[in-house]
């Protein structure tokens, strides 16, 4: 129950592909179920006898000890054998029972085991050993790469990518932990509001447990189900049993966390109004106070790494770029220098240098760097609220249509510009036919993110407008419900004083619900015409769910508890608006950077290339200089590239985990980035030719 749950809940983002494909290489290559449990029990017998032999050493070293002085050497012996044997007993114990693996997949609820882990571990190192050697192949048979060049560029990345590959694979569920700990910083005053709202409301810790775990967002949630389940499963005596084990497990990452369930906890120990109100208090500033310092910490703890991201991931390779036809002008001019050789073979071998080290370098090694580093950035980033998940409208067969559209765009423009530049010898066929090909990556990328998105971009937007309005009407709602108005009366003259607003609208369809319907508040938020049941955000709905639970109490206390809601709502905004105005300079600067002034730069870059390819190719003596074509388009691909790592981190920072907004973002910039691209590379070439 609680696995399934978890898994579709907290994995779904990061970590399906995991799960999928450490079941999938398993059922192919995997050892049968008997064979896997026959392991097993091999391992447990061999478990057991290290462990009997090692507390057969401890019995004869504790004898050993009243018998003989420390300074005897029978006892100095014997103290040897068992600190070696305890030394060993700590191995064998740390491997068999794998704490930390088991921890890691229980808290994210990874439904994967270790054997299947380190079986798709092994199974991917090898593929990308084989892949290696394959393109190593490739380059020395086929494209006739010199052998030394390929053992300078090529074979450290052949047998260093296996380990990284593995490594990487065995330790994601460590990974993972650690970004979902990061993301739920932000959420748990959330969980600590319903239960302190439901204590409020009837001081019961299973009905604050539940009442919690349905309305709280994960991994908290399923955490909280999980008390209730161990308690029907008897795995605990009793609920606050469970219920303190579950703070420990949570305090191990967040301190402040435990302190509050604590607090809760020791809240129903008081037997007055004023002990229970005073506890519960307690609780909601601890986990605000700390989860608002913390958030700022790493806000402020964002900004150098994300300064090193735009000067080392897009700043340098800039520069490179644009010294790269001046680096490849030296090479041409002194082939002897770098081969020790003179003639047709040393010139080969020296364009194989340049082509090879400006596709290395330019398109698999800058972009990769980049998304790895982006990647380790976002994993520090708090998730101070969750992004509407907003359903898109396309059916399967208006997605698949669109895809394939996007294809035969790609297809089609990338197919002409490889006639051109095969076709065609002169100069301008070969980098339009290059620009053709760039045109065909991103408009088929571009067009299938924008037109999957665009609908749901609109109204994911609108959204967000409406939570944002959100708090103030919860404060005004909770005002005028602590001065004594009905619910009905205080809905419509909130609606009214937000008029102009979506969330003011709402409010005003809810109240005339309940007029028209005279149903309950709950039918008519949730209910089959519920005003809330088509509106994809999970925050409005938690809170109405409280102020639904709230309204059954005296007006005074329902009247405050729904006015701390809007308080607890508007510090998360703040900490979502504090995070994105300190980076805001830093992230509008790599916007712009990627979008403007690197395809300016590039195409400076490759106008200039063409025109030394072009001068120096008639000088007796030179090496032949790469393709311009080829330059321009391996340029281009690092610059498609590059705005896509861009486009991931600022979406990342500004919007947390928000797919909508990272292929929306895709979809806007990578046209524009080549278009301006294509006019740099036209415009200066033109200067050039004027010239």
């Given at each position: 129950?609680?696995?399934?749950k978890?898994?579709?809940?907290?994995?779904?983002n990061?970590?399906?592909?995991?799960?999928?494909?450490?079941k999938?290489?398993n059922e192919?290559?995997?050892?049968?179920?008997?064979?896997?449990e026959?392991i097993k029990?091999k391992?447990?017998?061999?478990?057991?006898?290290e462990e009997?032999?090692?507390k057969?050493?401890g019995r004869?070293f504790k004898?050993i000890e009243y018998?003989?002085?420390?300074?005897?050497?029978?006892?100095?012996?014997l103290?040897?054998k068992?600190?070696?044997?305890?030394?060993?007993?700590e191995?064998?114990d740390?491997?068999?029972k794998?704490?930390?693996?088991?921890?890691?997949v229980?808290?994210?609820?990874?439904?994967?085991?270790l054997?299947e882990?380190?079986?798709f571990?092994?199974?991917c190192?090898?593929?990308?050993?084989?892949?290696?050697?394959?393109l190593?192949v490739?380059?020395?048979f086929?494209?006739?790469?010199?052998?030394?060049?390929i053992?300078?560029?090529?074979?450290?990345?052949?047998f260093i990518?296996?380990?990284?590959?593995?490594?990487f694979l065995t330790?994601y569920?460590?990974i993972?932990?650690?970004?979902i700990?990061?993301?739920s910083l932000g959420r748990?005053p959330?969980?600590?509001?319903y239960?302190v709202?439901?204590?409020r409301?009837s001081?019961?810790l299973n009905?604050?447990?539940a009442f919690a775990?349905d309305n709280a967002?994960?991994?908290?949630?399923?955490?909280l189900?999980k008390v209730?389940?161990d308690?029907y499963m008897?795995k605990y005596?009793?609920?606050?049993?469970s219920?303190?084990?579950?703070?420990?497990?949570?305090g191990d990452?967040n301190?402040?966390?435990?302190?509050s369930?604590y607090?809760?906890?020791s809240?129903?120990?008081?037997?007055?109004d004023?002990?229970?109100?005073?506890s519960?208090?307690?609780a909601?500033?601890?986990?605000l106070?700390g989860?608002r310092?913390?958030?700022e910490?790493f806000?402020?703890?964002?900004?150098?790494?994300?300064?090193?991201?735009f000067a080392?991931?897009i700043l340098?390779?800039?520069?490179i770029?644009a010294m790269?036809?001046?680096?490849?002008?030296?090479?041409?001019?002194?082939?002897q220098e770098?081969?020790?050789?003179?003639g047709?073979?040393?010139?080969?071998?020296?364009?194989s240098v340049?082509?090879l080290a400006?596709v290395?370098m330019?398109d698999?090694?800058?972009p990769?760097?980049?998304?790895?580093y982006?990647?380790?950035i976002?994993?520090?980033?708090p998730?101070t609220?969750?992004?509407p998940k907003v359903?898109?409208?396309?059916t399967d067969?208006?997605r698949r249509?669109?895809l394939?559209v996007s294809?035969?765009?790609?297809?089609m423009l990338s197919?002409f510009?490889?006639?051109q530049i095969?076709?065609?010898f002169?100069?301008?066929a070969?980098m339009?036919?290059?620009l053709?090909?760039?045109?065909g990556i991103?408009l088929?990328?571009?067009?299938?993110?924008?037109?999957?998105s665009f609908?749901q971009?609109?109204?994911?937007?609108?959204?967000i407008?409406?939570e944002?309005?959100?708090?103030?009407a919860?404060?005004?709602l909770g005002?005028r419900?602590?001065?004594?108005?009905?619910?009905?009366?205080?809905?419509?003259k909130t609606?009214?004083a937000m008029e102009?607003?979506?969330?003011?609208k709402?409010?005003?369809r809810?109240?005339y619900?309940?007029q028209?319907?005279k149903?309950?508040?709950?039918?008519?938020?949730f209910g089959d015409v519920?005003?809330l049941?088509?509106i994809?955000?999970?925050?409005?709905?938690a809170a109405m769910?409280t102020?639904?639970?709230?309204?059954?109490k005296?007006?005074t206390t329902?009247?405050q508890?729904i006015?701390?809601?809007?308080?607890?709502l508007k510090?998360?905004?703040?900490?979502?608006?504090?995070i994105?105005?300190q980076?805001?300079s830093?992230?509008?600067m790599?916007?712009?950077?990627?979008?403007?002034?690197?395809?300016?730069?590039?195409g400076i870059?490759?106008?200039l290339?063409?025109?030394?390819a072009k001068e120096?190719?008639e000088i007796?003596g030179?090496?032949k200089m790469?393709?311009?074509?080829l330059f321009l388009?391996?340029i281009?691909?690092y610059l498609?590239a590059?705005?896509?790592?861009?486009?991931y981190?600022?979406?990342?920072i500004?919007h947390?985990d928000d797919r909508?907004a990272?292929k929306?973002?895709?979809g806007?910039?990578?046209?524009?980035?080549?278009?301006?691209?294509?006019?740099a590379?036209?415009?200066?070439?033109l200067?050039?030719?004027?010239v």
């Amino acid at each position: 129950m609680f696995s399934s749950k978890a898994q579709a809940t907290l994995v779904d983002n990061h970590g399906s592909w995991f799960t999928f494909g450490c079941k999938f290489v398993n059922e192919l290559f995997g050892a049968s179920p008997a064979k896997i449990e026959e392991i097993k029990k091999k391992a447990k017998e061999k478990y057991e006898r290290e462990e009997v032999a090692f507390k057969v050493i401890g019995r004869e070293f504790k004898e050993i000890e009243y018998k003989y002085a420390s300074a005897d050497p029978r006892y100095k012996k014997l103290e040897k054998k068992f600190k070696k044997a305890e030394k060993r007993f700590e191995k064998i114990d740390r491997v068999y029972k794998q704490e930390k693996f088991n921890k890691a997949v229980y808290f994210t609820g990874l439904n994967v085991e270790l054997h299947e882990v380190i079986l798709f571990a092994s199974f991917c190192a090898f593929i990308s050993l084989a892949s290696a050697l394959m393109l190593d192949v490739v380059l020395f048979f086929g494209v006739k790469v010199d052998f030394f060049i390929i053992l300078i560029y090529m074979m450290p990345l052949t047998f260093i990518l296996p380990f990284v590959v593995f490594g990487f694979l065995t330790s994601y569920p460590d990974i993972l932990v650690n970004r979902i700990e990061v993301l739920s910083l932000g959420r748990t005053p959330e969980a600590i509001n319903y239960l302190v709202m439901s204590m409020r409301l009837s001081p019961s810790l299973n009905k604050a447990i539940a009442f919690a775990a349905d309305n709280a967002d994960e991994p908290l949630a399923s955490g909280l189900k999980k008390v209730l389940w161990d308690v029907y499963m008897r795995k605990y005596n009793g609920i606050e049993e469970s219920f303190l084990a579950f703070a420990y497990d949570w305090g191990d990452w967040n301190e402040d966390l435990k302190r509050s369930l604590y607090a809760i906890r020791s809240s129903t120990l008081e037997h007055t109004d004023e002990g229970l109100n005073r506890s519960l208090d307690k609780a909601v500033d601890i986990i605000l106070s700390g989860t608002r310092r913390r958030i700022e910490d790493f806000a402020a703890s964002l900004s150098t790494p994300t300064t090193v991201l735009f000067a080392l991931g897009i700043l340098m390779p800039m520069v490179i770029g644009a010294m790269l036809p001046m680096l490849a002008l030296n090479l041409s001019m002194n082939p002897q220098e770098i081969m020790g050789t003179i003639g047709e073979t040393a010139k080969g071998t020296v364009e194989s240098v340049n082509t090879l080290a400006i596709v290395l370098m330019m398109d698999i090694a800058f972009p990769m760097i980049s998304l790895v580093y982006a990647y380790f950035i976002l994993g520090k980033r708090p998730g101070t609220s969750t992004p509407p998940k907003v359903k898109s409208k396309l059916t399967d067969s208006q997605r698949r249509s669109i895809l394939v559209v996007s294809m035969i765009i790609g297809i089609m423009l990338s197919s002409f510009g490889i006639l051109q530049i095969v076709g065609f010898f002169g100069e301008w066929a070969g980098m339009l036919g290059a620009l053709l090909i760039l045109w065909g990556i991103s408009l088929s990328i571009g067009f299938y993110c924008k037109t999957t998105s665009f609908g749901q971009k609109k109204h994911r937007d609108e959204i967000i407008k409406m939570e944002d309005e959100f708090p103030d009407a919860m404060f005004q709602l909770g005002s005028r419900i602590a001065e004594g108005a009905p619910l009905e009366i205080a809905l419509k003259k909130t609606g009214k004083a937000m008029e102009g607003t979506a969330i003011g609208k709402v409010f005003e369809r809810i109240a005339y619900t309940l007029q028209i319907t005279k149903s309950t508040l709950d039918n008519a938020l949730f209910g089959d015409v519920g005003v809330l049941r088509n509106i994809p955000s999970r925050t409005i709905k938690a809170a109405m769910k409280t102020v639904v639970e709230i309204v059954k109490k005296d007006p005074t206390t329902a009247g405050q508890t729904i006015v701390a809601t809007s308080a607890y709502l508007k510090d998360m905004k703040k900490a979502e608006h504090d995070i994105r105005t300190q980076l805001s300079s830093t992230v509008e600067m790599m916007k712009s950077t990627g979008i403007l002034f690197a395809p300016i730069i590039m195409g400076i870059t490759s106008s200039l290339y063409v025109l030394l390819a072009k001068e120096f190719a008639e000088i007796p003596g030179t090496t032949k200089m790469i393709d311009p074509a080829l330059f321009l388009l391996i340029i281009g691909i690092y610059l498609i590239a590059i705005v896509i790592v861009i486009m991931y981190f600022t979406s990342g920072i500004e919007h947390g985990d928000d797919r909508i907004a990272l292929k929306a973002n895709i979809g806007t910039a990578l046209p524009i980035a080549v278009v301006i691209y294509t006019i740099a590379t036209i415009v200066c070439q033109l200067g050039i030719i004027g010239v």
